[in-house]
């Protein structure tokens, strides 16, 4: 009786660390265009439009707000503006 007690509580901590592991590969992995989806055809004043992963810590985006574009540099610690007021032609 006790040894299925052990024996269920490790295969318990088992699979929850299995979908903790599964969690976090997703969370990596996860695709960079998830976010472009555009809500039931309704139109929105800020689009992000392209993200472009430079290396694990950096990222460029790319954002359109009211058919102006903004491309930022985004890092964990800061957010730098590299050009702003890109006209959509």
Do not use: W
Request: avoid cysteine; charged fraction near 20%.
């Amino acid at each position: 009786m006790m040894h299925d007690l052990i024996y269920a509580s490790i295969m318990l901590l088992f699979v929850v660390g299995l979908i903790f592991i599964t969690a976090a590969l997703f969370k990596k992995f996860q695709p960079t265009n998830i976010f472009n989806k555009n809500n039931l055809g309704k139109s929105k004043r800020l689009v992000l439009e392209e993200i472009l992963i430079l290396d694990h810590q950096n990222k460029l985006v790319l954002i359109t707000r009211d058919d102006v574009g903004h491309l930022l540099l985004i890092n964990k610690d800061n957010s730098i503006v590299i050009e702003n007021r890109i006209l959509n032609e």
